[in-house]
């Protein structure tokens, strides 16, 4: 079964805002969540994961954008 997680997770690990995730997922630069009821949503952990490990170590997070 696919473990996932809610918005305060993903922004906490992310460490990027509500906001910017969304924008960033309008640009298919993140991963699009998982429709889990009328309103709600969740994100795969292991998409959330992928998508950290692509981040640069200790630089800016605009250098791959």
Do not use: N
């Amino acid at each position: 079964m696919t473990e996932l997680e809610r918005l305060p997770s993903v922004v906490q690990r992310t460490t990027l805002s509500r906001s910017h995730l969304y924008a960033l997922m309008k640009e298919g630069k993140f991963p699009k969540p998982i429709k889990l009821g009328a309103r709600s949503v969740g994100w795969r952990v292991e998409d959330v994961e992928a998508w950290i490990a692509t981040r640069p170590q200790g630089g800016s997070w605009l250098e791959t954008e």
